[in-house]
Every structure is written in structure tokens, then in C-alpha cells.
């Protein structure tokens, strides 16, 4: 190559280069909208230091579902201590109140009157706003008894569900209450593709998806794919973030998790990162701008 050839491959090197400089984290307020505080957190992680764990990573409202529903109801009924952390509780009714409830919940009738036992009671935080997060390891038992019950009973009740099924469950859930508002956990955490995402959106335009684990978000860089983005673009309002503390690592990881998730929303414009990163659950649930 000559000597003016290798010139004006460095600026051709260096304009590309320039054109996919990437823009600063998102710095706004964040919803958490997979959160569990779970039996097994309790002696590890006290609630004061989850709380402080949130407001160091700018979270100010998270949507909480326990097992059992005491870790929700800790959070709900210590609301001196929310509020001096900024953070809104936001309470779900979970399905389990033991790890042998994920696998047969959807025909257990006592599981129908848990549910109702706590719709009744409520939280120190006000009246439970959904329910789940449950489990279908097999989507066939979206036509469970009891998992169809539990979508009416959410629909007539103008509750939200949040629930961890693949693609095919979609139809199937949503089907029994066609109005009811399904977030979609992981937004399929088994990778349902692009194109499949978007034929659910189109067709339930009660469905959500909230983003946690989701494979193929983003690339090796942390930065949100290309894929992802278009997506993004056209549905703004229907995404949220969450990030699944179901286990204790996911604790320990905590800050670095909303760190992360702000780095990808930053690749996305302003006014969509913060419908992502707030705006959504917020218009959800009603909550109001934090201060």
C-alpha cells in the first residue's frame, strides 16, 4: 500500500471509529421491577443494608415478590426506613411459600386461597399490586387450574402479573384474560428470538417484558444490541428493568448489576432510556417522579 493509500486508511479507520464512540451510563432514577427478598437473604443481607444497597445504585422504587411473602411484607411495613432511602415498595403477591410450591402451583387450590388470604390482608405499604413471580417449566400448565384462576383473578382485579415462562405460555396465560397485564420475566430467559418477541408484542398489547438474564441484550462490551435497540424503538413504553435478586449473589452483585444496566441504557436516547429505566413501571403502578 502506498504511503497516501496508508493515510487515508487511518482517517477512514479513525471517522468509523469517531461514529460508534459510545454515550455516557444513564444516570437517572431506576425501577426495579424483579426484585425478591427471599428467606434465605434475611440474616445476610438485613434490611437496612438492602435498602442501602438501592439507594447507592440509584433504584427508587422496586416491584417486590417474596418467598414466602414475609420478605415483601418486611419491606412494605418498614416504611421510615423506605423513606429515608427513597425507595417506593411496590407489593406482589408470590405463589410460593416454599420451594416445592414452583413445581405444582398451577393445580394447587391452596395456593388460590393463599393468594386470596393476602389480597384480603395487604401490606403495611398499601394493597398488594400483582402477583407472581411464578415458574412454568413446561408451558402446558399455563392451562392449569389454578394458573388460569389466578390470570382471571388478576384481570377482574386490575392486577399486574409477573410471570417466568417461555414464548409459547404467552398465548397460552393471556388467552384465559386477554386484558390482563403480563409482564414477561427475563422477557423469555431461555432467548425466545428478536422476531418472536416482537410477534407477542404485536399481538398481546398488554404485555411487558421485563429485562433481566435476557440473552443477547447485549454484546460482549455490555452495550445494548443492535437487535435490542430497533426493538426498543418500537415499543418504548413496553419494557422494564429488573434485576432478580434470587439468590444472595445476586445481593452481593446488586450495585454492579444497575451499573451495568445504566451502561446500556445510555446507548439508547434519552427519552427511551428513561421509559425504560423508570417511566414504564411507574406509569404502571402510578407512581409519581421521584424528588
Given at each position: 500500500m502506498?504511503a497516501?493509500?496508508?493515510?487515508?486508511g487511518?482517517?477512514?479507520l479513525?471517522?468509523v471509529?469517531?461514529?460508534?464512540a459510545?454515550?455516557?451510563?444513564?444516570?437517572?432514577?431506576?425501577?426495579?421491577?424483579?426484585?425478591?427478598?427471599?428467606?434465605?437473604?434475611?440474616?445476610?443481607?438485613?434490611?437496612?443494608d438492602?435498602?442501602?444497597?438501592?439507594q447507592?445504585?440509584g433504584v427508587?422504587?422496586?416491584?417486590?415478590?417474596s418467598r414466602?411473602n414475609?420478605g415483601?411484607?418486611s419491606?412494605?411495613?418498614?416504611?421510615?426506613?423506605?423513606a429515608?432511602?427513597?425507595?417506593?415498595?411496590v407489593?406482589?403477591?408470590r405463589l410460593?411459600?416454599?420451594?416445592?410450591?414452583?413445581t405444582g402451583?398451577?393445580a394447587?387450590e391452596?395456593?388460590?386461597?393463599m393468594?386470596l388470604?393476602?389480597?384480603a390482608?395487604?401490606t403495611?405499604a398499601?394493597?398488594y399490586r400483582?402477583l407472581g413471580?411464578?415458574?412454568?417449566y413446561?408451558?402446558?400448565n399455563?392451562n392449569g387450574?389454578?394458573?388460569?384462576?389466578?390470570?382471571?383473578?388478576?384481570?377482574?382485579?386490575?392486577l399486574?402479573?409477573l410471570a417466568?415462562?417461555?414464548d409459547p405460555a404467552?398465548?397460552l396465560?393471556?388467552?384465559?384474560a386477554?386484558?390482563a397485564?403480563?409482564?414477561?420475566?427475563?422477557?423469555g430467559?431461555?432467548?425466545?428470538?428478536?422476531e418472536?418477541v416482537?410477534?407477542l408484542?404485536?399481538?398481546?398489547?398488554?404485555?411487558?417484558?421485563?429485562?433481566?438474564?435476557?440473552?443477547g441484550?447485549?454484546?460482549?462490551?455490555?452495550?445494548?444490541?443492535?437487535?435490542?435497540k430497533?426493538l426498543?424503538?418500537?415499543f418504548?413504553?413496553r419494557?422494564l428493568l429488573?434485576s432478580d435478586t434470587?439468590?444472595?449473589?445476586?445481593w452481593?452483585?446488586?450495585?454492579s448489576?444497575m451499573?451495568?444496566?445504566?451502561i446500556?441504557?445510555?446507548?439508547?436516547p434519552?427519552?427511551t432510556?428513561?421509559?425504560?429505566a423508570?417511566?414504564?413501571?411507574a406509569?404502571?403502578?402510578?407512581l409519581?417522579?421521584?424528588?
Amino acid at each position: 500500500m502506498s504511503a497516501l493509500g496508508r493515510v487515508i486508511g487511518g482517517l477512514l479507520l479513525a471517522i468509523v471509529t469517531l461514529g460508534v464512540a459510545r454515550a455516557d451510563p444513564y444516570v437517572g432514577a431506576l425501577f426495579d421491577a424483579h426484585l425478591h427478598y427471599n428467606d434465605e437473604a434475611f440474616a445476610t443481607y438485613p434490611l437496612p443494608d438492602v435498602l442501602a444497597r438501592m439507594q447507592r445504585a440509584g433504584v427508587r422504587a422496586i416491584l417486590a415478590n417474596s418467598r414466602p411473602n414475609d420478605g415483601t411484607k418486611s419491606l412494605a411495613a418498614a416504611r421510615a426506613q423506605t423513606a429515608a432511602a427513597g425507595v417506593t415498595i411496590v407489593p406482589f403477591v408470590r405463589l410460593y411459600r416454599n420451594r416445592a410450591d414452583y413445581t405444582g402451583w398451577f393445580a394447587d387450590e391452596t395456593i388460590y386461597s393463599m393468594v386470596l388470604d393476602e389480597l384480603a390482608r395487604g401490606t403495611a405499604a398499601g394493597p398488594y399490586r400483582g402477583l407472581g413471580e411464578f415458574h412454568l417449566y413446561d408451558s402446558a400448565n399455563a392451562n392449569g387450574p389454578v394458573a388460569a384462576k389466578l390470570m382471571r383473578l388478576a384481570q377482574n382485579r386490575g392486577l399486574a402479573v409477573l410471570a417466568h415462562v417461555d414464548d409459547p405460555a404467552i398465548d397460552l396465560l393471556l388467552a384465559h384474560a386477554p386484558k390482563a397485564r403480563l409482564i414477561w420475566a427475563h422477557t423469555g430467559i431461555s432467548g425466545a428470538p428478536v422476531e418472536r418477541v416482537r410477534e407477542l408484542m404485536r399481538r398481546h398489547p398488554t404485555l411487558l417484558g421485563e429485562l433481566s438474564y435476557r440473552p443477547g441484550l447485549t454484546d460482549a462490551d455490555g452495550h445494548l444490541s443492535a437487535p435490542w435497540k430497533a426493538l426498543f424503538a418500537e415499543f418504548p413504553t413496553r419494557f422494564l428493568l429488573g434485576s432478580d435478586t434470587w439468590v444472595n449473589a445476586r445481593w452481593s452483585e446488586y450495585e454492579s448489576l444497575m451499573q451495568a444496566a445504566r451502561i446500556w441504557l445510555g446507548d439508547l436516547p434519552p427519552a427511551t432510556a428513561q421509559r425504560i429505566a423508570w417511566r414504564n413501571a411507574a406509569d404502571l403502578f402510578e407512581l409519581a417522579e421521584p424528588k
